[in-house]
């Protein structure tokens, strides 16, 4: 991987920083929807397990609220979340990099069938700006994948209005 | 560049959309902080003119608002915002990677000077404070070969009007952060 003192990372304007105080919460998920493809198919094919997968009509994993959805459509997601602990994107899609790069040829198969479609999604929570290097950009154009954010914004006064120990939404923290 | 329709695009997930319905305003700015260089260099070694630039020392012209301000740093902006109409900001990267491609030597060049610091920063005005940008391999291949960040910041400023409060965000000419 590369270190922030590397001659090329010299010019750039954001070392990397596991402990980034403007992010609340941040991962990085392949979502691959594989179309009439069974779940197991693809697991077989890339050799790795997903972290969750939901099937028509199946019930999904869980939410922080307790509450499981069944799915509509065939689903294979490999989630850093609980993986990595880093409020860096970089090293959570470095992580995610690292499972894909030895399967390279399969996904690139998958993504040739009909029906399939996949993203790198990356969530962010909190302020500030996330940011790629040419290391996780690289790693993820050779592989063909898209890379999209979903920012999620929690306003002050939506904070307040949290009742007494519950949990919030996508935030996952607890507030006493 | 690549269309919607290519094969290589078929299993992603988020077609180009100039109208990307859940973006207010988006752009790419590449900014350029040079060091002891004054930004006339940049402009000269690059053969490209800048969006805006800084001068160490030197008052730039009054903004919006009537107020000057005397340059910190030395900074050359490259901004696709005004040359670009759409919300989708891999049309604003294309833009401005077609403005690099042809300089990559130079860039290299610039990135191995003393205190040269570069990102390409794509600022995203959320319309209903939720969503984000999507990049596609075909612009951070041509960012990784140039060695270039990407910055990607999120501002949503509510149901009111987006322009007043966005205007003080772009450009931020401080210096690298």
């Known amino acids: 991987m590369i270190t922030p003192n590397d001659d090329k990372t010299r010019s750039r304007i954001t070392p990397l920083d596991d402990a980034y105080r403007p992010c609340e919460r941040t991962w990085a998920e392949l979502r691959i929807y594989p179309g009439e493809m069974h779940l197991s198919r693809v697991t077989e094919l890339l050799g790795v397990s997903p972290t969750s997968q939901v099937a028509p009509g199946e019930a999904g994993p869980g939410s922080g609220s307790g509450f499981g959805r069944a799915g509509n459509t065939n689903g294979w997601f490999l989630s850093s979340e609980g993986q990595v602990e880093s409020k860096d994107v970089r090293r959570h899609i470095d992580w995610l990099l690292a499972k894909l790069d030895p399967n390279s040829a399969a996904l690139c198969e998958l993504q040739s069938r009909r029906g399939v479609r996949m993203t790198v999604f990356c969530l962010w929570c909190g302020d500030g700006s996330p940011v790629l290097w040419p290391e996780q950009m690289q790693g993820l154009a050779a592989l063909n994948l898209e890379c999209s954010f979903e920012f999620t914004y929690y306003p002050e006064e939506e904070l307040d209005e949290i009742v007494d120990g519950e949990t919030i939404g996508n935030l996952g923290e607890f507030i006493p | ?177």
């Open chain 2, 1 to 177: 560049m690549t269309g919607p329709k290519d094969d290589r695009t078929l299993s992603r997930l988020t077609p180009l959309d100039d109208a990307y319905r859940s973006c207010e305003r988006t752009c790419a700015v590449l900014r350029l902080y040079c060091g002891d260089m004054h930004p006339s260099e940049v402009t000269k070694r690059l053969g490209l003119k800048p969006t805006h630039q800084i001068v160490l020392g030197e008052e730039s012209p009054p903004n919006s608002l009537g107020l000057k301000r005397v340059g910190k740093v030395n900074g050359w902006f490259l901004s696709s915002e005004e040359f670009v109409e759409s919300k989708d900001v891999r049309r604003h990267l294309d833009w401005l990677l077609a403005k690099l491609e042809p300089n990559s030597e130079v860039l290299r060049e610039l990135q191995a000077g003393p205190g040269v610091r570069m990102s390409v920063e794509c600022p995203w005005w959320s319309r209903y404070g939720t969503g984000g940008p999507t990049l596609w391999p075909e612009q951070m291949r041509v960012l990784a070969a140039l060695n270039l960040e990407c910055s990607l910041g999120f501002a949503y400023y509510g149901p009111q009007e987006p322009a007043e409060s966005a205007q003080s965000d772009l450009p931020r000419d401080s210096g690298p952060s």
